[in-house]
């Protein structure tokens, strides 16, 4: 969600804009002190477990309760700071395209529609609390309702601030505009409730597409798009109480493995701050910056690299762009093929571990994440394979008379120099495997690992950047954590109205057997990612598809990458694709330039996903 720019005439508007304006910021800078404070207990309580267990043989058994607990709070307060921030994930290639004042107006219907989903569930939220104050957790025997209150008190937060947004942006005609425009929507759907009832099933066309893509589409963010339709739904066409909709939240965020989610993030950061992840490129530079297109295959390398230590997509392309685009813009290259091929390695490292995607698909169909951590290293290879084809091809005649070659004595010195950082994707991953820490536990082993890297190696540790880097994790990991909470609400609305069972037997009946149901998956899946990112369609139909995947006989594993995959080929294919337009923002390039050079790119990527998909083995092969 971006923010509509709240005007700085605000003695011009009244008093009262002003006082929306200061306030709203304000609120954000209160809400930052806490979720910074919760990332950096995490960490240290995680840690702290793993220490106790696998060097004192004495777990704390009250570790896991404390982090669910505080887990929730993180989720919760994070998604109002990224609120505040204008930060939750919406889709903006629509609304991008249009003139400045709709482009205004959509950004205030944005607001309006989240801020009637807040009100909406917030009572809901509330009654929650008080009925899990029923509940004790087992080991602090505390009443569940302190964990549970994070629900109310996040709601509660982004409700205020949309608000005092409403308030402070837009002028005012705008705004009731807008709030009569969604009041209007609210009431006709309200009105026509005997009409949903009669439909039967057919009135998930109605609440889950057309609700839903036309509140995205419009620019809604989607987690409050994926709300607002399972409440209307829920409440217009069911006889199920909403409680059930703010526990099915709950359920979906609190899966402990996502946890690792803000810990992955952060650590990301830790290592971009810290120089290990400069230290890795420059090495790969200095083996490679004399072939021709070598800064190419530099960058397809680099995020092959930090992709397996951040687990952010965007904290992998913010740690590997700026390093080598000024470089390679001084060799020629235009600014169109830098974007092009920044999202296609994007897409191209989805299935690296330690993704968040691949820690999502496993909490929310079962599968394993060691087993996910270790099939997903060659398919993104294989990849990466492909699409060196077409750097060859494109930069075979590159002109590199003024490109001095690297000394053996200077990558030497640049390889001991990288050693420390390329060290520490492989210390994570055999961690995991040696069953040290949990796939959960194990970000914490890098982030301690990062830490004293930087303050004895690399000696490029800034302690002010800390607490920025702590809030900036807390509201990229709430803005994805509320997206899966209503999307495991929305998928349980489909589960419980029977669709699953009629989309499984349609799946099963597809013609070709299981190459037809893979062939199906991975177009919708590419369709899916580019509308909805990877995260939310999968919590959707993970749980839907999965099973149907076993039943025709294809490996869980398997299907977990070729469905990753796809959704990657989506999420960074413009026009619709938002990973495309976090690339060019990264690499401040306007996306215009990349879309012709990014064609070459993604047919390269769809050639290596076809591969992976015909070949099992490549997923499966070192299980």
Known sequence: ?????????????????????????????????????????????????????????????????????????????????????????????????????????????????????????????????????????????????????????????????????????????????????????????????????????ANLVVFFVVVVAGAVFAGVPIAFAFGLATLGYVMLATNTPVLIVVGRMDEGVSHLILLSVPLFVFLGQLIEMTGMARAMVAFLASMLGHVRGGLHYVLLGAMYLVSGISGSKAADMAAAAPVLFPEMRKRGAKEGDLIALLSATGAQTETIPPSIVLITIGSVTGVSIAALFTGGLLPGLVLAVTLMAVVWARYRHEDLSGVQRASRREIGRAFLIALPAIAL????????????????????????????????????????????????????????????????????????????????????????????????????FIVLGSMLEGIPAIVLFGPLLFPIARTVGIHEVHYSMVVILAMGLGLFAPPFGVGYYAACAIGRVNPDEGIRPIGAYMLALFVGLVIVAAVPWISIGFL
Do not use: C
């Open 1 to 201: 969600m971006h923010a509509t720019p709240i005007s700085k005439d605000g003695p011009q508007r009244g008093v009262v804009a002003a006082w929306a304006q200061r306030a709203h910021q304000a609120l954000g800078h209160l809400l930052g002190l806490p979720v910074a404070l919760l990332v950096a207990t995490e960490i240290a309580v995680l840690l702290a477990g793993v220490v106790a267990r696998y060097m004192f043989h004495y777990p704390l058994i009250w570790s896991d309760e404390v982090a669910s607990i505080l887990f929730l709070w993180l989720a919760m307060l994070g998604s109002a700071v990224a609120f505040q921030r204008g930060e939750h994930m919406r889709m903006t290639a629509v609304v991008g395209k249009l003139a400045p004042e709709a482009r205004a107006f959509l950004d205030v219907l944005a607001t309006a529609a989240a801020l009637a989903f807040l009100l909406l569930v917030l009572p809901h939220a509330y009654e929650y609390a008080v009925e899990e104050a029923m509940m004790r957790t087992p080991a602090l025997d505390l009443q569940n309702s302190w964990r549970a209150a994070a629900m109310t008190a996040g709601f509660g937060a982004m409700a205020l601030l949309a608000v005092l947004r409403l308030v402070a942006v837009g002028r005012p005609r705008q705004v009731m505009a807008a709030v009569g425009l969604v009041v209007a929507l609210m009431v006709v759907m309200t009105l026509l409730q005997p009409v949903w009832r009669q439909l039967g099933n």
């Open 425 to 524: 994707p492989f210390i994570i991953r055999a961690a995991v495997v040696e069953g040290v820490a949990t796939a959960t536990e194990v970000s914490t082993i890098g982030i301690a690992y990062g830490v004293l890297a930087g303050l004895l190696i690399y000696r490029q540790f800034d302690w002010k950047r800390v607490y920025p880097m702590l809030v900036d994790t807390a509201s990229l990991s709430g803005s994805i954590l509320l997206i899966i909470g209503a999307a495991t609400a929305m998928a349980w609305g489909l589960t419980q109205s029977g669709f699953s069972n009629t989309l499984s037997q349609a799946m099963r009946e597809l013609p070709g057997g299981a190459a037809g149901f893979m062939a199906v998956s991975v177009v919708a």
